[in-house]
């Protein structure tokens, strides 16, 4: 069973880091935030190749 303490300091470490990040908690902002990366990845970047297995 997880220690309800680790399991906390984890879930204030996750906050810090979006907070630094400015995420969003926002949906549509959060969708908003992957179309743009989704459109970036398609207009410069290679896709990545994943194995068959």
Do not use: I
């Not at 470490?13 to 935030?33: P, Q, T, V």
């Amino acid at each position: 069973m997880p220690d309800n303490k680790a399991e906390s300091q984890q879930s204030d470490k996750f906050r810090h880091l979006a907070r630094e990040l400015e995420c969003d908690e926002d949906e549509a902002a959060f969708e908003e935030k992957v179309r743009k990366v989704a459109t970036s990845q398609d207009q410069g970047a290679s896709p990545r190749k994943t194995s068959g297995a």
